[in-house]
């Protein structure tokens, strides 16, 4: 007989992998309830504890968005189009957006207040103006709902593959506003959404809601919950949500550890994933590097902190001694055009070649503020793959390598398989690269053309690593027009027929 969980004691061992044993600490003991839900994650035994409170607000969100899709079948193109252009005209209006400024001015200061980093959380103009293109980009794009993709004619009958809506599709991301917008593209594809974002930024995304989405939905006649919002600023309520069996695929972006965490409670619920937790791109700079080329890729590639800034820089033994200051130059005047000093880690096959005034301590940008610090410091050779997270002071790694092909394998085995760029002037070369570096997103200059919206004209939901396996999908960039299924819809000329 299976009974509920009502209550948890300290000590108590909890199964998890099949073959191991993890025990319930005293402080969750205590805080259990009747009525909470206790997951395990099976991948290393974590504990999580959702309140009942929360497991109600993300199952009326999923709810809300599960019965939407089931609606969405009798929304036309022009319902869809007229929603994308209403969202895009409320993000446009001085008016309506200065409510949306305002929660977004009140969640930077409250996180800047807790020594958060805001990088991300600021919603600028020029991510502003990115929104309102995105959905309008969105409003005249043929996404192909409802396509014949495939007709096969049989004796007497036929069979036609059509494109058609995944269903509900849940998304957990930190602080980026962005996404509000970005990830609305799995509606044109018959989708539809539930979203649950940081308590940095919850505020931020429910005048969003409010002002702007929420309206747009109605004024277009889409189904109400066709986009839900799970409000709630807590962990769990993201944990909840995972384990729902109503998604159809869940998309998680942030940080690395909470991001595989979350995509861990999916995959045991069943639901398939797309994760974009790590980033940081590599640059490996050829025997034949132009050093003006590769100055210039490097210093593109730092403007800012995403998942797709350089974040390891490997150059050949054999031009280390003219690329390396190329190098410090391009890394030094990434770091004045913001105003900051940079921070470099090296390996202990770079250190000889740092002249010895770069070790000094500097005042380095933190997210809590100015701290003074070496500005240069030594770095294990097996952690060329930890990602920086800066806030203005640039921040890369450094190393030497025998050849491009031991830069590749070190790709391989410690980055997480994201992004790449290689300097060279050979075709052959690039080929090469290309053939034996395992990453979704290669190229030959700067790091940072890695994103939906510009280099593919598609506002992106998230960029896949490898990390975690091979896309699930067709290519690196999650956009709203990829996520779809497959039906198949038989048609008979003749009633007489059996196997």
């Keep these: 007989m299976i009974e509920p969980l009502r209550k948890l004691e300290a000590g108590m061992p909890v199964l998890f992998g099949g073959d191991r044993v993890t025990r319930v600490p005293k402080e969750l003991a205590d805080a259990f309830a009747d009525g909470d839900r206790l997951v395990v994650v099976q991948d290393d035994g974590t504990l999580l504890h959702i309140p009942a409170a929360e497991w109600t607000i993300a199952g009326e969100a999923v709810k809300a968005a599960h019965t939407a899709f089931a609606s969405m079948g009798s929304v036309g193109d022009s319902q869809l189009e007229a929603f994308y252009r209403s969202f895009a005209t409320h993000l446009a209006d001085d008016t309506i957006f200065s409510a949306i400024a305002r929660a977004n001015s009140t969640d930077v200061e409250t996180a800047a207040s807790r020594g958060r980093s805001t990088t991300r959380l600021v919603l600028t103009d020029r991510m502003r103006r990115s929104m309102v293109e995105g959905l309008r980009l969105w409003a005249k794009m043929d996404t192909g709902r409802g396509r014949e993709v495939e007709r096969i004619e049989h004796d007497r009958w036929s069979l036609s593959q059509i494109r058609s809506g995944l269903g509900v599709v849940g998304f957990v991301f930190e602080g980026r506003p962005n996404v ?19 308590s940095d930024a919850l505020g931020t995304a429910r005048a969003i809601m409010d002002h702007a989405l929420t309206p747009a939905l109605f004024e277009s006649g889409l189904p109400s919950g066709t986009v839900s919002l799970v409000d709630s600023p807590s962990h769990a309520a993201g944990w909840a949500m995972f384990s729902d069996p109503r998604l159809a695929l869940a998309v998680a972006r942030g940080s690395g550890p909470a991001v595989a965490q979350l ?20 640059i490996v700079a050829a025997e034949d590097a132009n050093p003006d080329v590769f100055g210039l ?15 390891t820089a490997c150059v050949v033994e054999s031009r280390a001694d003219d690329l390396v200051p190329v ?3 391009a890394l030094e005047r990434a770091g ?6 940079p921070k470099l880690h090296v390996t202990g ?8 005034g770069w070790f000094d301590e500097a005042p380095i940008s933190r997210a809590g503020g100015t701290v003074h610090e070496p500005k240069t410091e ?21 190393t030497i390598v025998a050849d491009v092909a031991e830069a590749v394998s070190l790709f391989n085995g410690q980055s997480p398989r994201f992004a790449a760029s290689l300097i060279s002037s050979s075709t052959e070369a690039h080929d090469a690269f290309f053939n034996m570096i395992d990453a979704p997103f290669v190229g030959n200059g700067f790091t940072r053309w890695v994103d939906g919206q510009y280099a593919l004209n598609r506002p992106e939901l998230g960029l896949s690593n490898w990390q975690y396996g091979r896309l699930f999908g067709r290519a690196g960039v999650l956009s709203g027009d990829s996520v779809f299924t497959i039906r198949a819809r038989a048609t008979q000329e003749d009633p007489d027929i059996g196997r």
């Design 378 to 398: 030594l770095i294990a050779d097996d952690d060329l793959g930890l990602e920086w997270e800066w806030e203005e002071s640039p921040e890369v790694t450094l």
């Design 336 to 341: 004045e055009r913001r105003g900051a000093v």
């Design 180 to 198: 509000f917008a970005d990830a609305t593209g799995v509606l044109a594809s018959g989708n539809t959404v539930v979203f649950r974002i940081g």
């Design 327 to 329: 190098f410090l130059d």
């Design 263 to 282: 995509g861990a409670v999916a995959r045991q619920s069943g639901i398939p994933v797309s994760l974009h937790g790590t980033g940081g791109a590599w």
């Design 349 to 356: 096959s770079a250190r000889e070649l740092i002249p010895d």
């Design 297 to 311: 890729a490097v210093y593109h590639s730092l403007d800012r902190k995403v998942c797709n800034t350089l974040n």
